[in-house]
């Protein structure tokens, strides 16, 4: 058997215009992690990431923690986030970049519901697959890829007992959505449940994928309560 620990990115910049870069505090989620894990496993026998810089840099923060410095993730851009921009902005145009988002709800009289209402009607219509070649990446080619990642990876697994895949809320909840059972229409619901640097555990069997632990992030609390963050 494998355990495959699925580990969604520390906190990015949400609402800048770079937002595929760390916060500061997502930086010390990915350091605190590394040092959970240091205490549960002696090493990851091998480390996948997607090609995100925020992927790079939580693996390159949790493997430093754990003293695997020297680890070199393998790079798979399968495990990279949907465009959310680019979904966006097939429901408004005006909603394609960061400063459009903002300048949007800010005309609103609840901002938060406001972000919340129209994040949810653009994912609503992606997942819908009524407008699929109005994207770049239509939803039944985003559920091929992740499937594709996870197959993959297993595939090329070799007697590895412990592996880290460094990847973000979307496919960490498709995964989890599907091995559950869980409506495709439900997977945003899922998602917004996520922490930053929360760890979902899958393990591979001779009979299949189970799903062991969905985002697990105790550590996260009490003390660390600071640490606790879901964008």
Not at 141 to 155: E, H, K, N, P
Not at 206 to 223: A, D, M, Q, Y
Request: hydrophobic share 35%; glycine share 10%; with cysteine.
């Amino acid at each position: 058997m494998t355990a495959i620990y699925l580990i969604r990115h520390g906190q990015a910049s949400f609402g800048k215009d770079e937002y595929d870069c760390l916060s500061k505090l997502g930086e010390q989620q990915a350091t605190h992690l590394g040092g959970v894990f240091k205490g549960r496993l002696d090493r990851f026998d091998k480390v996948v990431r997607g090609s995100m810089q925020r992927h790079q840099q939580t693996a390159n923060g949790c493997l430093s923690a754990m003293g695997q410095k020297g680890t070199e993730p393998q790079l798979d851009a399968r495990w990279n986030e949907y465009d959310h921009q680019y979904i966006l902005a097939q429901l408004d145009s005006e909603l394609a970049t960061a400063q459009g988002v903002k300048d949007y709800v800010s005309r609103q009289d609840n901002p938060h519901k406001a972000l919340e209402k129209v994040i949810g009607q653009a994912f609503s219509r992606w997942i819908s697959s009524q407008h699929n070649t109005d994207y770049i990446e239509s939803w039944p080619d985003y559920q091929a890829r992740i499937q594709a990642a996870l197959t993959g990876l297993i595939s090329g697994l070799e007697g590895q007992k412990n592996v880290a895949v460094f990847s973000s809320g979307g496919p960490i909840a498709l995964l989890s959505q599907a091995l559950l059972g869980v409506p495709a229409e439900n997977l945003m619901t899922l998602n917004w449940t996520l922490v930053n640097c929360g760890i979902t555990k899958l393990i591979n069997t001779r009979n299949g994928v189970i799903l062991s632990s969905l985002n697990e992030h105790s550590t996260f609390e009490g003390k660390n309560k600071h640490l606790l963050t879901y964008k």
